[in-house]
């Protein structure tokens, strides 16, 4: 199945700014018409929907715009994109570790003043 630019945008969840920004930066390249309209297929579907992991996920713009350029470079790339997805998935551990310790610091705290409340409260 093809999409229109609009019709993409909606199953994304793109906007068509977005989507067109996207394209300029070389991150998603759609096919195109004879009348040079944009057409998107299910891997790009998929592709942008990886494109936001990503970006949710905290990888810098111009990992992402290197991700996308060695993806389109085909299969002699594997290693590398393994390599960089490898080391992010890094990064996001370390990150919910950090993450982890704050909220056992906040659940000490929250547990502090329980207790003082319900000490308060009996005086």
Same mark, same amino acid.
């Given at each position: 199945?093809?999409?229109?630019?609009?019709?993409?945008?909606?199953? #994304?969840g793109l906007g068509i700014h977005t989507l067109?920004?996207?394209?300029?930066?070389?991150?998603?390249?759609?096919?195109? #018409?004879?009348?040079?309209?944009?057409?998107?297929?299910?891997?790009?579907?998929?592709?942008?929907?990886?494109?936001?992991?990503?970006?949710?996920?905290?990888?810098?713009?111009?990992?992402?715009?290197?991700?996308?350029?060695?993806?389109?470079?085909?299969?002699? #790339?594997?290693?590398?994109?393994?390599?960089?997805?490898?080391?992010?998935?890094?990064?996001?551990?370390?990150?919910?570790?950090?993450?982890?310790?704050?909220?056992?610091?906040?659940?000490?705290?929250?547990?502090?003043?329980?207790?003082?409340?319900?000490?308060?409260d009996k005086a």
């Amino acid at each position: 199945m093809k999409y229109s630019i609009g019709e993409f945008s909606q199953k #994304t969840g793109l906007g068509i700014h977005t989507l067109r920004y996207y394209e300029h930066e070389g991150l998603i390249l759609p096919e195109r #018409t004879a009348a040079n309209r944009r057409r998107y297929s299910e891997r790009d579907v998929a592709w942008a929907a990886f494109l936001l992991r990503l970006k949710e996920t905290g990888m810098p713009i111009r990992e992402i715009r290197r991700y996308a350029t060695l993806r389109a470079e085909g299969d002699s #790339t594997l290693l590398v994109r393994m390599e960089m997805l490898t080391a992010h998935h890094a990064n996001l551990a370390a990150e919910l570790d950090r993450l982890h310790a704050h909220m056992e610091a906040l659940d000490a705290k929250i547990a502090f003043y329980r207790t003082a409340i319900v000490e308060r409260d009996k005086a």
